[in-house]
């Protein structure tokens, strides 16, 4: 079972990183919000891949004995939005993010962006 958000975050880009994810940043919410800790944002290439990033992500974690709060957009696939309380993971169709750019939403609060599954900066 994984035990702190830092983890949680820790394990989705693993696995988001080996399951095709592109562009992926994390958005470190702790000092701007107390909706989340964490967005993890990363995009798909079709809507297939945006689909498929979605059930790995919620399949690895289930064996971990996390389990999805909240899903939605899984079936139209523009914009997932997987919800485990303190991280939130949205995974997008690429013109979908370019178009809602919740990076610039969000430009108060520190954005770590995920070289080959390893962020840049410590959580």
């Known amino acids: 079972m994984i ?11 693993k696995v988001i990183d080996d399951k095709i994810g592109k562009d992926t940043v994390i958005i470190d919410l702790n000092s701007v919000s107390t909706i989340a800790d964490y967005f993890i944002l990363t995009s798909g290439e ?12 919620i399949d690895a974690l289930e064996t971990e ?10 079936q139209t696939g523009n914009w997932i939005l997987i919800d485990y309380g303190d ?14 750019d919740l990076e610039k939403i969000w430009q ?5 962006p995920v070289t080959d599954g390893i962020t840049d900066s410590p959580l």
């Open 87 to 100: 991280v939130v993971v949205h995974i997008f169709e690429k013109e979908t993010r370019e178009f809602y």
């Open 65 to 74: 004995e996390v389990f999805v709060r909240n899903k939605e957009g899984h």
């Open 46 to 57: 079709s809507l297939r891949q945006t689909k498929v990033l979605a059930e790995d992500v």
């Open 3 to 13: 035990e702190s958000s830092k983890a949680l975050v820790e394990k989705i880009v």
């Open 108 to 112: 108060d609060a520190k954005l770590i």
